[in-house]
């Protein structure tokens, strides 16, 4: 099982990013997917996770300002970051579980992608 992720980047607060993860090894229509995030000496924060059914949640955090959507058909999940602000600078990781009915516990994806990098200055 891969995950890539892709899409970081160096933006002005206020500005936008699009983050892609990509999987291949599963049958990724099984599974959900969820995006986390870690800032330097902290710990790894859920940001947003889509269901199999594509039911979407959201950190309190990421509410309003970010989307997360799927396309199974390409294997990827996508996430779509608008109003940024620099606390929201962050290493990125997508996650992959079997999971139906928890999504914002990191212990309840079996699969993690590389992380990429978030860097929103002020």
Do not use: H
Request: glycine residues 12%; hydrophobic residues 40%.
């Amino acid at each position: 099982v891969q995950l890539q992720a892709s899409g970081g980047g160096l933006v002005q607060a206020g500005g936008s990013l699009g983050l892609s993860c990509v999987a291949s090894g599963l049958s990724f229509s099984m599974y959900s997917v969820g995006w986390f995030r870690q800032a330097p000496g902290k710990e790894r924060e859920f940001v947003a996770a889509i269901s199999v059914r594509t039911s979407t949640y959201y950190a309190e955090s990421a509410k309003g300002r970010f989307t997360i959507s799927r396309d199974n058909a390409k294997d990827t999940v996508y996430l779509q970051m608008n109003v940024l602000k620099p606390e929201d600078t962050a290493v990125y990781l997508c996650a992959a579980g079997l999971t139906y009915n928890v999504y914002g516990v990191p212990a309840k994806y079996d699969s993690w992608g590389q992380g990429t990098l978030v860097t929103v200055s002020s």
